[in-house]
């Protein structure tokens, strides 16, 4: 699941399968923090495959975040600790080939 969101070699925390709850239908989700939930979902991609979407839930917050990279999962979780409004950063060039290998 995370492993192509997070593809570090040093076993980080998105990608221990313990941490990771499953379910039958093939989602997934991972408890961050009290009312936040990294949810993992695949869905069929216009190319007749599957793509996997990372999807950000936050008990407090009506609508769910599309999360395409890490900084960006980072840039959420840190300005919600801060209290700060969250704005949609720009994927690195790093993050961006993580994902493309995904």
């Known amino acids: 699941m995370s492993i192509k969101l ?3 070699d040093d ?3 998105l990608t221990v399968a313990e941490r990771w709850t499953g379910y039958e239908n093939g989602e997934a989700s991972l408890f961050l923090a009290p009312g936040v939930q990294l949810h ?3 869905v069929a991609s216009t190319c007749g495959g599957s793509d996997r979407k990372f999807t950000l839930l ?3 917050q009506n609508a769910p975040v599309t999360i395409t990279s890490l ?4 840039q959420h979780l840190t300005a919600r600790e801060a209290g700060l409004p969250v704005g949609r950063q720009a994927d690195t060039k790093a993050d961006n080939k993580a994902l493309a290998t995904f």
């Not at 900084?71 to 980072?74: K, P, R």
């Open 6 to 8: 997070d593809r570090s």
């Open 11 to 13: 076993g980080s925390f």
């Open 40 to 42: 993992f979902v695949s």
């Open 58 to 60: 936050i008990a407090e």
């Open 71 to 74: 900084a960006q999962l980072h």
